[in-house]
């Protein structure tokens, strides 16, 4: 079983950075592609990024792309979520989605 925790969430201002970790345990964490989504108040829960199990290939929805990076480093069991350039439509709470299992989310807020 796979259950993924996240951290790395706060308050911060418009242009600030913030990086987020989802820490997975399992024996094969490479083995497992990483997704991360975010939900909004009063919106639907929405993709932001992905990266397969080894690292190699990545995605990213188009309102981050060129501001957010993910990445992984398989001998911590964690990936990351690197938000660069954040906006205030950029607030939501943040979850990870790792082999069918998700993480309690981690809440971003963004002042303008």
């Known amino acids: 079983q796979v259950q993924p925790v996240e951290s790395g969430g706060g308050l911060v201002q418009a242009g600030d950075s913030l990086r987020l970790s989802c820490a997975a345990s399992?024996?094969?964490?490479?083995?497992?592609?990483v997704r991360w989504f975010r939900q909004a108040p009063g919106r639907q829960r929405e993709f932001v990024a992905y990266?397969?199990?080894?690292?190699?290939?990545?995605s990213y929805a188009d309102s981050v792309k060129g501001r957010f990076t993910i990445s992984r480093d398989n001998a911590k069991n964690t990936a990351y979520l690197q938000m660069n350039s954040l906006k205030p439509e950029d607030t939501a709470i943040y979850s990870c989605?790792?082999?069918?299992?998700w993480g309690q989310g981690t809440q971003v807020t963004v002042s303008s």
């Open positions: 399992g024996r094969t964490f490479s083995d497992y592609d």
């Open positions: 989605y790792v082999r069918g299992f």
């Open positions: 990266i397969t199990g080894s690292g190699d290939s990545t």
